[in-house]
T-cell receptor, first 113, second 114 residues
């Protein structure tokens, strides 16, 4: 089955700790994305990668970092510099860039206390 | 700058009613793409439709239909004979053809009551 996997579904961390969210796709898509969703709100772009070893900041990149060493994988690290990290994080991919439909993973709900 | 407005924050209907979700957009690009996504309670967004700015033909897929009107910058989504399983948050999104990024609306929460 082709798709996007994110793990874990729920993640709990103490304030001040860095945490890495996993995102893997087997759709052979070039582009991958990370979004943040807060309750009752839309999606805000954190980072975007169109090809391996290249990525661009989105609207809310501060306090986050990413890597794209393999086409299939696009992990997101939430650092201690992120002021309000508690949120629902969604990873997505598309065959190429933004003009193509995005396919989303199931999301990771991160709670930082 | 791009903007997508989904003015209806929440809609509640009774099963079998028809319901229309509104989407109004702003862009300076002449070539762009419009999308609708569904987010059920499980949280994973599901792609529903992609439409380019040169194709104003309405689309029907089962109980779903979309009305794209470039003159009013709208891309509305209608569900005919709604069902409880249609309960979800629906997002409209806009993407330019070249460069830029996708812009999502804030979503419309649809509740279909039995």
């Amino acid at each position: 089955d082709g798709g996007i996997t994110q793990s874990p579904k729920y993640l709990f961390r103490k304030e001040g700790q860095n945490v890495t969210l996993s995102c893997e796709q087997n759709l052979n898509h070039d582009a991958m994305y990370w979004y943040r969703q807060d309750p009752g709100q839309g999606l805000r772009l954190i980072y975007y990668s169109q090809i391996v070893n290249d990525f661009q900041k989105g609207d809310i990149a501060e306090g986050y970092s990413v890597s794209r060493e393999k086409k299939e994988s696009f992990p997101l690290t939430v650092t201690s510099a992120q002021k309000n990290p508690t949120a629902f994080y969604l990873c997505a991919s598309s065959i190429r860039g933004y003009s193509y439909e995005q396919y989303f993973g199931p999301g990771t709900r991160l709670t930082v206390t | 700058a791009q903007k997508v407005t989904q003015a209806q924050t929440e809609i509640s209907v009774v099963e079998k009613e028809d319901v229309t979700l509104d989407c109004v957009y702003e862009t300076r690009d002449t070539t762009y793409y419009l999308f609708w996504y569904k987010q059920p309670p499980s949280g994973e967004l599901v792609f529903l439709i992609r439409r380019n700015s040169f194709d104003e033909q309405n689309e029907i897929s089962g109980r779903y239909s979309w009305n794209f009107q470039k003159s009013t910058s709208s891309f509305n989504f209608t569900i005919t004979a709604s069902q409880v399983v249609d309960s979800a948050v629906y997002f409209c999104a806009l993407s330019p053809l070249n460069a830029g990024k996708s812009t999502f609306g804030d979503g419309t929460t649809l509740t279909v009551k039995p």
